[in-house]
């Protein structure tokens, strides 16, 4: 097994002309790393990337707010521009694993290895993130989440990939909250997560986006719960039964289907009386 640990763009630019196809980018090593334990002789080119300072950065431009891919959620759940602009964001790296994995883990980690249980993954679709990174030919790329294949998309298939940060546009979303079954010091995937992003003009919602993961590979949108909440006069036992309505559809034959539909619930029940305070 050969590593590498570039200290800046161009170097990383030019390890990735010479790599072979069995590259792997690692940064926090919290999926990697127990994926190595168990396949010991698996050769591999392992290319760190958490000491690019260019990925580690979060910052704020003129419509956007922009978080690098290395960055921790650690970082990420103490940072004030994202608890300003992104606190669904905030509070999903908050709930993420045990104290260590926050500290080495990624955001950029957990979204490349597509875990259905990603915490970080549903807030940024909320918050209508891009994604950007660029090839080994430094083509670049800005790539919208929501309906994003990354089993067919070119840059995803592409081994010499690699994910930069992502932009969170301002001014869409003044209010962002999110909600996970289970404990803050729980170390084991999420069996359920939601996240809600909207617009507050005068205490009314508006542009709302609402997210749940843990029910397929990828986070579902909620759209039905969105209109509701949208509507002059939402109310809450048709917001709830439009969330679990939604698992029903869409874990129609899943044992855990029942249990799903009602954990729903709860999580939307507490997003709504905190955005209902929010709104008074």
């Known amino acids: ?41 698996e050769d591999l080119h392992l290319v760190d990337l958490s000491s690019l300072e260019e990925l580690r950065q979060i910052r ?14 650690d970082e990420l759940e103490h940072s004030l521009p994202v608890r300003h602009y992104a606190s669904a964001l ?5 709930r993420v694993g045990s104290p260590q994995v926050r500290n080495r883990g990624t955001l950029g980690g957990n979204f490349m290895n597509a875990s259905p249980g990603a915490d970080g993954v549903p807030p940024l679709l909320a918050l209508e993130a891009l994604a950007f990174g660029e090839d080994e030919r430094g083509k670049e790329y800005l790539l919208p989440l929501e309906n994003l294949d990354r089993s067919v998309h070119p840059a995803f298939r592409n081994p010499f990939f690699f994910l930069k ?20 010091t729980g170390v084991t995937i999420a069996k359920l997560n939601l996240a809600l992003a909207c617009t507050l003009e005068k205490g009314h919602v508006t542009h709302p986006r609402i997210f749940a993961g843990s029910l397929g590979r990828y986070p579902v949108r909620c759209g039905d719960a969105e209109t509701l909440l949208d509507s002059g006069k939402p109310d809450l036992s048709l917001f709830l039964r439009s969330l679990g309505d939604l698992v029903e559809r869409t874990i129609p034959s899943r044992g855990s289907m029942p249990y799903k539909r009602r954990a729903i619930q709860g999580l939307g029940e507490d997003l709504w009386r905190k955005l209902q305070e929010v709104r008074s």
């Not at 940060?165 to 803050?184: C, M, N, Q, T, V």
């Open 1 to 41: 097994m050969r590593t590498d640990r570039p200290v800046s763009l161009e170097e990383l630019r030019q390890l990735l002309e010479r790599s072979p196809r069995n590259l792997r980018f690692i940064a926090g090593g919290t999926d990697l790393v127990p994926h190595l334990r168990r396949f010991p002789h």
């Open 60 to 73: 704020v431009r003129e419509n956007f707010l922009e978080i690098g891919a290395a960055v921790t959620f």
């Open 90 to 94: 905030a509070g999903a790296a908050a």
């Open 165 to 184: 940060g992502f932009r969170i546009p301002l001014g869409k979303s003044g209010y962002s909250d999110f909600a996970k079954l289970g404990s803050r």
